[in-house]
């Protein structure tokens, strides 16, 4: 019984914890979610459950699974992972439509003022990936490695497209700041990455005799708060100069984000160079973010 309490007030804490940020920016983090005629909303998000839009959404509408039914407006994006979207006539979307691992039912007379950008999964991809990587690591142990790859970027598109909602200026104003000033960035990326390992030694050392325990703690938050908002800013940074390659005039920034994670997923995971591209984004990645001061100061005029 007692372990049941805390677990109850763990999950409320980690619910209220993500959530509140979300509704403070106009967020709606639901399973199943239904904006009528008469209303308007900034961003809608769901998780395998189902999105109907019949009103407004300034901003953009993702699904992790489930299905999306528009029959209103979309100012922005509109993202399906692995969901069924389902566009009626009187669909207007001003952005993009992006739909990856899933289908796409669109009446004609439908309007999409963007790109449509469709990924298909299926078995035979599938089976050519094993087949890829049967000689490196063994069959035996393929679809355990997948699985935790898969989970991991699903992990990471999920914060990223989290992020760049919450603090769309912030993450735009850092990746712009590696095109503007990338030698700089990349020697404050260098350096600090240098200090913060010596620092987090020098902690664990003063832990030892408990005074280096605050200090230890603080680093870490620091540590995982660079890591995260780096790895976004990464992901708009090569996801515009992608996106702007393929054609795209003006593309989202929700598309910039699911571009750029697909192109730095593929490169990362190359076999023996992926990891040293790996560190290369990231001395990027910790530059741009510490030298804008996480987008809250930009050298753009």
Partial sequence: MKKNRTRLIISLFLV?????????????????????????????????????????VRESVIAFGGKIIISGEVDNAVVGIGAEIILHPTAYIHGDLVSIGGSINRDPQAIIDGDTIFFETSEELWNSIKTALGGLFGLS???FILLVKLFSLIVWLIIALLLALLFPRQVVASAQEIRRNFWPVFGIGFLSIIIFAGLIISAALLSLILIG?????????????????????????????????????NPALILQVIVGFLFVSIVTFIPLCGSLVAFIFNIMGWGAV???RFGTRSTLS
């Fill in 141 to 143: 142990f393929i679809p």
């Fill in 16 to 56: 209220l914890g993500i959530s509140w940020p979300l509704f403070a920016q106009g967020v709606i983090l639901k399973r199943d979610i239904h904006i009528k005629k008469s209303e308007q909303q900034d961003n809608v998000i769901s998780f395998g459950g189902q999105i109907v839009v019949e009103g407004k």
């Fill in 213 to 249: 325990i605050p200090l230890l703690i603080i680093l870490i938050f620091l540590g995982i708060a660079l890591k995260l908002f780096s790895r976004v800013v990464i992901y708009i940074f090569f996801g515009e100069i992608l996106t702007r390659a393929l054609g795209s005039r």
């Fill in 290 to 292: 510490i030298k804008s």
